[in-house]
């Protein structure tokens, strides 16, 4: 039988002024388990508090009702009173009689009543309170970063700074990312590789951050603070430890036909290759579905000619497995494929290009070693016309309904860099707005228009044909009401971007939720944006919408002080109000997972003794570290199995009689 | 004879944690008052009140019951009042069937900032249902008299 | 109270049951339109005159007929709001104005000649298709 104690409080004048708070103590005193009742000046002074305190020694109290201001003002302050006497702090209910009674009504009968009811409902709460305790759980103390671009790279140093192992896994064969293959940045224009190779080398030397490039993850397992991931790494028929980079393979290899995926399939590369001269690490690869020697058995050139001794033609996939206590989801982003766009002509026509193909065209280390010239026939063009939002705020099906939002800004880049370098080349861009939010960002659009002549029409484009060795651009000018049949040498378009189809898969093992376009859901728009709802996965650039560099960069970093906040825990101390499914009613449908955000259940075979029938069944299991007590779960489960710790379905069915009495 | 006694309806507000809640608070310390015969609930997410406990009300002799939550796309636990929308939906038409008035249950998207919209909203409900009447209580039928 | 502007906007939208407020005002539309140096009005300024309830002037117009029904506008625009089918309608809705059909099907064959595009009779089976 629960011993209840009820204390009621005046707040000064704040409640007592419309609430009869003796009477309240007063008929609470008669109310079925309840021992004690008084009233007081302030509950939550220290000496409101001693009487809470006292009373429970006192009268062996079980659980306490105080009748108070908002439990979202001193519910806590109140559990630690109780906590301090030694009672569970969650035998603690409170009755909102300040904001929710004193201070909204007038009439001081009116609101004594309503404040008995409110308390009444309370006390038939707590006498089915059950003492919680809150869960705990380990923290391994170490980070996977899953991607290796400025994203990853930026996390795993904020980490790895902060004194912690952090592991990266690239599944490309170097670290770098997008950023690698850009060529100058805005708005400074400074060159990527210098800002970003430098960031690299540092993730590569620091003896906290161990890379795992052309690995892939394969399987993740655990929850929050233990994590069991499985990575696998791909062969690279190169020994990674020998391998000096030196690139004497690479002068050797006789198979050249190979795309160079590092310069988006422009050119060719050999089978065994270094991606690019800064690569890290800066150790070869062999590309097996171009190599000889591993297709045919003939050829084995380069291991002739290895010094180090390197190269290992038997090499395979390994697998290795390790725990973490968090993990950065730092996916990245492709530009989509252009196959639904026919009417620009991509496949057909080299000249047509995309912005990031325009990227490494411009790009020293590039194709055609920085120089501007037609893909076609290496000619320098006179007039390069640029298509913006290709793919971008497309509802059709056919693009993606979003704004890629880099794309204005690197167009504007584009069409100055052109200007500024071959000032006989002239610039049109097709924008349908242009959007320019960010410090100097507007100004470097206008730069480009006031002081590098770009000529901006406000139109799209309907078709890009080409017409002997040209290009023919039919689209409209919006302002001036007409169409526009232009003769250029190059089309770019500026591609919309899609999140790296990494991000869904992995988002699934982790059951992280993700939103109709693969971008990983933040838990909270606004306050949680690098967090994703479940726990102890946390997001960093465009995985989690579309970016540029210097958002990528601090988001990185939040992404990595909020690993570091859990990192730096020995203990997770769990919110004890989580559900419970009860397994002698679960019949294993399979329902509450569905509906839960957090994917904290999950199901076991267990054997069962259901009234002394023994059998294995299939029922939930709460992940507590997970489930945050929403109660979804509670009202989908159809045998009424789970119920939620704090608000049990009986004690809000308890509230209501009170209520209702 | 026997002497009419003033109608004095019981409303059940269920309201979330995160949003309606506080803005149930909101309201009082903007002192923007409304009926007493309001009485909140307070639940983790709106998504946690089963459809039992709107009928447990009415079983008992409520006269109308409201359930509050965070705006749709606002839910602190991300979708929980979507699922609130779909339930109540599903259950307010059966509760027509049971005999118990649509202007009876109401479901409203009250945000923590929306101390004014709380108050309103529950002086337009308690209207309602000072409009409507009392009752009538529903029966258990495995309850037999 | 509705007037008269507002009625025929919500017949065009019963008719096309495409909501013009998703144009995003691209051009594409009229980048894609063959037939563009013939029309007074052009396909984006059908969108947006439709969503300005300018119908009226529509009808007069004879731009109506100049759209080819070649639908590249339909497949092209992004935003799923199909000019030629507002276009469509708008056509519809003049002739329904004046009184009906002019012509019975049997006076169709002797109108074909060399002047009316093939292209509107191939499309008006890939409409009809749909």
Redesign the interface.
């Given at each position: 039988m629960q011993r209840i104690g009820v204390f009621v409080c005046w707040c000064g004048s704040n409640i007592a002024a419309t609430v009869d708070v003796e009477r309240v103590a007063q008929v609470m005193k008669n109310e079925p388990g309840v021992v004690f009742s008084t009233d007081y000046q302030y509950m939550c002074s220290e000496a409101g508090q001693a009487i809470i305190r006292n009373a429970i020694a006192e009268h062996k109290l079980t659980g306490i009702v105080v009748c108070s201001c908002?439990?979202?003002m001193h519910e806590a302050t109140f559990r630690k009173t109780a906590q301090r006497a030694g009672l569970n702090p969650y035998m603690v209910e409170i009755a909102?009689i300040?904001?929710?009674?004193s201070?909204?009504?007038?009439?001081k009968e009116?609101?004594t009543?309503?404040a008995i009811?409110?308390a009444r409902?309370a006390l038939a709460k707590v006498m089915l309170n059950a003492p919680l305790i809150a869960g705990q759980s380990s923290v391994t103390k170490r980070a996977l970063v899953i991607g290796g671009g400025i994203a990853g790279i930026q996390s795993a140093l904020d980490i790895a700074d902060a004194g912690y192992e952090v592991d990266i896994v690239e599944k490309e064969p170097t670290i770098g990312g997008k950023m690698s293959k850009l060529d100058k940045t805005f708005p400074t224009l400074d060159c990527s590789a210098c800002i970003l190779t430098p960031k690299m080398v540092d993730a590569a030397q620091n003896e906290k951050i161990t890379l795992y490039t052309y690995s892939e993850v394969e399987e993740v397992k655990g929850f929050v603070g233990n994590f069991n991931v499985k990575i696998r790494r791909k062969a690279r028929y190169v020994k990674e430890d020998v391998c000096t980079g030196c690139g004497a393979c690479m002068q050797k290899c006789p198979s050249k036909k190979g795309l160079n995926e590092f310069n988006l399939g422009l050119n060719k590369r050999t089978a065994i290759y270094i991606p690019f001269a800064q690569a890290i690490p800066n150790v070869a690869v062999i590309d097996a579905t171009q190599c000889i020697k591993i297709k045919n058995n003939k050829c084995g050139l380069c291991d002739t000619v290895c010094a180090a001794k390197a190269i290992d033609y038997n090499q395979q996939d390994e697998f290795i497995e390790r725990e973490y206590g968090a993990i950065v989801m730092a996916t990245g982003f492709n530009p989509i494929k252009l196959d639904k766009f026919n009417e620009y002509s991509y496949a057909e026509c080299p000249d047509v290009i995309t912005s990031l193909e325009l990227e490494r065209i411009m790009n020293a280390a590039g194709p055609t070693g920085g120089k501007l010239v037609k893909m076609s026939n290496g000619e320098h063009p006179h007039d390069i016309t640029f298509i913006q939002c290709v793919g971008s705020r497309d509802i059709s099906g056919r693009g993606k309904c979003y704004c890629s939002k880099i794309c204005c800004m690197y167009t504007a880049k584009h069409a100055m860099l052109i200007r500024d370098k071959y000032p006989d080349v002239n610039v049109h861009v097709f924008y349908i707005d242009v959007r320019t939010p960010g410090k100097n960002f507007d100004e470097f659009y206008r730069r480009a228009v006031e002081e590098y002549s770009v000529d901006y029409i406000k139109g799209q484009v309907g078709k890009v044909y080409p017409e002997g060795d040209h290009l023919v651009v039919q689209g409209v000018d919006m302002l001036a009401n007409e169409q526009i049949i232009h003769k250029t040498d190059m089309v770019v378009l500026a591609t919309a971007i899609e999140p790296d189809p990494t991000a869904r898969k992995i988002a699934s093992m982790l059951t992280a939720?993700i939103d109709t376009n693969d971008f990983i859901?933040e838990?909270?728009p606004k306050l949680r944006p690098v967090e994703s709802?479940t726990a102890g996965i946390f997001l960093s650039g465009v995985c989690q919408g579309p970016k540029d560099i210097p958002e990528t960069v601090a988001q990185a970093g939040a992404a990595a002080v909020k690993v570091l906040g859990l990192l730096s825990k020995d203990k997770l101390v769990t919110n004890p109000?989580v559900s419970q499914s009860n397994e002698l009613l679960c019949n294993g449908c399979s329902m509450c997972q569905n509906?839960c955000?957090y994917g904290a259940i999950g199901y076991e075979d267990k054997l069962i003794n259901d009234h002394g029938i023994r059998e294995t069944r299939r029922v939930a299991v709460v992940n507590e570290a997970l489930c945050?007590?929403?109660?979804?779960c509670?009202?989908?489960c159809p045998s009424g199995a789970m119920d939620?710790k704090g608000?049990t379905?009986k004690q809000?069915?308890a509230?209501?009689?009170a209520?209702?009495? | 004879m026997q002497v009419e006694k003033q109608f004095k309806p019981?409303i059940?507000a269920f309201c979330c944690?995160w949003c309606s809640?506080?803005g149930?608070?909101l309201?009082?310390?903007s002192?923007?008052?409304?009926p007493?015969d309001v009485?909140?609930?307070?639940?983790?997410?709106s998504?946690?009140?089963?459809?039992?406990?709107i009928l447990?009300?009415f079983e008992?002799?409520?006269d109308g019951v409201i359930l509050c939550g965070c705006h749709p796309g606002d839910c602190?636990?991300?979708?929980?009042n979507y699922?609130t929308r779909r339930?109540m939906t599903m259950l307010f038409s059966m509760l027509d069937y049971l005999g118990v008035e649509k202007g009876r249950t109401r479901v409203e998207w009250v945000s923590a900032a929306e101390g004014v919209k709380f108050?309103t909203v529950m002086n337009n409900f308690v209207a309602k249902i000072y409009e409507l009447g009392e009752n009538v209580k529903l029966g258990d039928l495995r309850c037999k008299k | 109270m509705h007037n008269n502007s507002d009625k025929q906007k919500d017949q065009v939208f019963r008719m096309t049951g495409v909501d013009t407020r998703k144009c995003m005002k691209c051009g594409k539309c009229s980048a894609s339109c063959p037939s563009f140096n013939e029309m007074q009005y052009r396909p984006h300024q059908f969108v947006d005159m439709v969503t300005k309830g300018r119908i009226e002037e529509l009808m007069a117009s004879p731009s109506i007929y100049h759209c080819l029904s070649c639908f590249a506008c339909v497949e092209r625009c992004p935003r799923g709001v199909e000019p030629a089918v507002v276009v469509e309608a708008i056509r519809n809705l003049a002739e329904r104005k004046q009184g009906g059909t002019y012509f019975s099907p049997d006076e169709v064959p002797e109108l074909i000649d060399g002047t009316v595009p093939q292209q509107a009779l191939v499309s008006a089976f890939r409409k009809y298709r749909k």
């Amino acid at each position: 039988m629960q011993r209840i104690g009820v204390f009621v409080c005046w707040c000064g004048s704040n409640i007592a002024a419309t609430v009869d708070v003796e009477r309240v103590a007063q008929v609470m005193k008669n109310e079925p388990g309840v021992v004690f009742s008084t009233d007081y000046q302030y509950m939550c002074s220290e000496a409101g508090q001693a009487i809470i305190r006292n009373a429970i020694a006192e009268h062996k109290l079980t659980g306490i009702v105080v009748c108070s201001c908002s439990p979202r003002m001193h519910e806590a302050t109140f559990r630690k009173t109780a906590q301090r006497a030694g009672l569970n702090p969650y035998m603690v209910e409170i009755a909102n009689i300040r904001e929710q009674c004193s201070w909204i009504h007038k009439d001081k009968e009116e609101g004594t009543e309503k404040a008995i009811v409110l308390a009444r409902a309370a006390l038939a709460k707590v006498m089915l309170n059950a003492p919680l305790i809150a869960g705990q759980s380990s923290v391994t103390k170490r980070a996977l970063v899953i991607g290796g671009g400025i994203a990853g790279i930026q996390s795993a140093l904020d980490i790895a700074d902060a004194g912690y192992e952090v592991d990266i896994v690239e599944k490309e064969p170097t670290i770098g990312g997008k950023m690698s293959k850009l060529d100058k940045t805005f708005p400074t224009l400074d060159c990527s590789a210098c800002i970003l190779t430098p960031k690299m080398v540092d993730a590569a030397q620091n003896e906290k951050i161990t890379l795992y490039t052309y690995s892939e993850v394969e399987e993740v397992k655990g929850f929050v603070g233990n994590f069991n991931v499985k990575i696998r790494r791909k062969a690279r028929y190169v020994k990674e430890d020998v391998c000096t980079g030196c690139g004497a393979c690479m002068q050797k290899c006789p198979s050249k036909k190979g795309l160079n995926e590092f310069n988006l399939g422009l050119n060719k590369r050999t089978a065994i290759y270094i991606p690019f001269a800064q690569a890290i690490p800066n150790v070869a690869v062999i590309d097996a579905t171009q190599c000889i020697k591993i297709k045919n058995n003939k050829c084995g050139l380069c291991d002739t000619v290895c010094a180090a001794k390197a190269i290992d033609y038997n090499q395979q996939d390994e697998f290795i497995e390790r725990e973490y206590g968090a993990i950065v989801m730092a996916t990245g982003f492709n530009p989509i494929k252009l196959d639904k766009f026919n009417e620009y002509s991509y496949a057909e026509c080299p000249d047509v290009i995309t912005s990031l193909e325009l990227e490494r065209i411009m790009n020293a280390a590039g194709p055609t070693g920085g120089k501007l010239v037609k893909m076609s026939n290496g000619e320098h063009p006179h007039d390069i016309t640029f298509i913006q939002c290709v793919g971008s705020r497309d509802i059709s099906g056919r693009g993606k309904c979003y704004c890629s939002k880099i794309c204005c800004m690197y167009t504007a880049k584009h069409a100055m860099l052109i200007r500024d370098k071959y000032p006989d080349v002239n610039v049109h861009v097709f924008y349908i707005d242009v959007r320019t939010p960010g410090k100097n960002f507007d100004e470097f659009y206008r730069r480009a228009v006031e002081e590098y002549s770009v000529d901006y029409i406000k139109g799209q484009v309907g078709k890009v044909y080409p017409e002997g060795d040209h290009l023919v651009v039919q689209g409209v000018d919006m302002l001036a009401n007409e169409q526009i049949i232009h003769k250029t040498d190059m089309v770019v378009l500026a591609t919309a971007i899609e999140p790296d189809p990494t991000a869904r898969k992995i988002a699934s093992m982790l059951t992280a939720s993700i939103d109709t376009n693969d971008f990983i859901t933040e838990a909270h728009p606004k306050l949680r944006p690098v967090e994703s709802p479940t726990a102890g996965i946390f997001l960093s650039g465009v995985c989690q919408g579309p970016k540029d560099i210097p958002e990528t960069v601090a988001q990185a970093g939040a992404a990595a002080v909020k690993v570091l906040g859990l990192l730096s825990k020995d203990k997770l101390v769990t919110n004890p109000c989580v559900s419970q499914s009860n397994e002698l009613l679960c019949n294993g449908c399979s329902m509450c997972q569905n509906v839960c955000p957090y994917g904290a259940i999950g199901y076991e075979d267990k054997l069962i003794n259901d009234h002394g029938i023994r059998e294995t069944r299939r029922v939930a299991v709460v992940n507590e570290a997970l489930c945050q007590g929403c109660g979804a779960c509670t009202v989908t489960c159809p045998s009424g199995a789970m119920d939620l710790k704090g608000f049990t379905n009986k004690q809000i069915m308890a509230e209501v009689d009170a209520i209702c009495k | 004879m026997q002497v009419e006694k003033q109608f004095k309806p019981k409303i059940v507000a269920f309201c979330c944690n995160w949003c309606s809640y506080a803005g149930a608070d909101l309201a009082g310390s903007s002192r923007l008052s409304y009926p007493a015969d309001v009485k909140i609930i307070r639940v983790p997410c709106s998504c946690r009140v089963n459809p039992l406990f709107i009928l447990r009300a009415f079983e008992r002799g409520a006269d109308g019951v409201i359930l509050c939550g965070c705006h749709p796309g606002d839910c602190h636990y991300s979708t929980g009042n979507y699922y609130t929308r779909r339930r109540m939906t599903m259950l307010f038409s059966m509760l027509d069937y049971l005999g118990v008035e649509k202007g009876r249950t109401r479901v409203e998207w009250v945000s923590a900032a929306e101390g004014v919209k709380f108050s309103t909203v529950m002086n337009n409900f308690v209207a309602k249902i000072y409009e409507l009447g009392e009752n009538v209580k529903l029966g258990d039928l495995r309850c037999k008299k | 109270m509705h007037n008269n502007s507002d009625k025929q906007k919500d017949q065009v939208f019963r008719m096309t049951g495409v909501d013009t407020r998703k144009c995003m005002k691209c051009g594409k539309c009229s980048a894609s339109c063959p037939s563009f140096n013939e029309m007074q009005y052009r396909p984006h300024q059908f969108v947006d005159m439709v969503t300005k309830g300018r119908i009226e002037e529509l009808m007069a117009s004879p731009s109506i007929y100049h759209c080819l029904s070649c639908f590249a506008c339909v497949e092209r625009c992004p935003r799923g709001v199909e000019p030629a089918v507002v276009v469509e309608a708008i056509r519809n809705l003049a002739e329904r104005k004046q009184g009906g059909t002019y012509f019975s099907p049997d006076e169709v064959p002797e109108l074909i000649d060399g002047t009316v595009p093939q292209q509107a009779l191939v499309s008006a089976f890939r409409k009809y298709r749909k």
